[in-house]
T-cell receptor, first 113, second 115 residues
Framework: QQQVKQSPQSLIVQKGGISIINCAYENTAFDYFPWYQQFPGKGPALLIAIRPDVSEKKEGRFTISFNKSAKQFSLHIMDSQPGDSATYFCAASMGSATNKLIFGTGTLLAVQP | NAGVMQNPRHLVRRRGQEARLRCSPVKGHSHVYWYRQLPEEGLKFMVYLQKENIIDESGMPKERFSAEFPKEGPSILRIQQVVRGDSAAYFC?????????????FGQGTRLTVV
């Protein structure tokens, strides 16, 4: 129930293409869903986050789509660039009670020039 | 504007030794979280501390691992009698509040290698 399942494990996209990463959860008590970006040798950095009262949030080239009934959420990276090549983690927390994050297993994105 | 500072960045310990990992949170943050990342895996929650208190240690192994966040000074994650399976990257994060959708800022991690 505490798991967050993430797919795909790895993704190769051409420059300018759309990268899509999916996550699913079981625990309906989760109410905060952030995405983190991690470059090799660095710590994760918050990219974008959403709460379940909205179905979509967009920040620049990054969009989160959220489907509460299906308990799924996804990250879309529009116009993907080589600099976007990194590992992306989805996460969830019961933000109203604790900021402890449950992370997905990560997606290694490679954007080819 | 210093972020979360972790040291050392790399730590090599022989089996049976003790490892001490330090974390200084963002200035003004009193909530600290430790996560462990094994190779090719996501981050796993270990412990959540507030100044001088352990709030949630549900992810901590029952033996050999301990954490503290004293009134003064950094948070410390201590691993006694390390074994090869403890080799991982350990990340610390801090946040301004303990709940609510407040951003958690991560440090660059300490990469522990047990030989």
């Amino acid at each position: 129930q505490q798991q967050v399942k993430q797919s795909p494990q790895s993704l190769i996209v051409q420059k300018g293409g759309i990268s899509i990463i999916n996550c699913a959860y079981e625990n309906t008590a989760f109410d905060y869903f952030p995405w983190y970006q991690q470059f090799p040798g660095k710590g994760p950095a918050l990219l974008i986050a959403i709460r379940p009262d909205v179905s979509e949030k967009k920040e620049g080239r990054f969009t989160i789509s959220f489907n509460k009934s299906a308990k799924q959420f996804s990250l879309h990276i529009m116009d993907s660039q080589p600099g976007d090549s990194a590992t992306y983690f989805c996460a969830a927390s019961m933000g109203s009670a604790t900021n402890k994050l449950i992370f997905g297993t990560g997606t290694l994105l490679a954007v080819q020039p | 504007n210093a972020g979360v500072m972790q040291n050392p960045r790399h730590l090599v310990r022989r089996r049976g030794q003790e490892a001490r990992l330090r974390c200084s949170p963002v200035k003004g943050h009193s909530h600290v979280y430790w996560y462990r990342q094994l190779p090719e895996e996501g981050l796993k929650f270990m412990v959540y501390l507030q100044k001088e208190n352990i709030i949630d240690e549900s992810g901590m192994p029952k033996e050999r691992f301990s954490a503290e966040f004293p009134k003064e000074g950094p948070s410390i994650l201590r691993i006694q009698q390390v074994v090869r399976g403890d080799s991982a990257a350990y990340f610390c994060a801090s946040s301004l509040y303990g709940q609510g959708d407040t951003e958690a800022f991560f440090g660059q991690g300490t990469r522990l290698t047990v030989v």
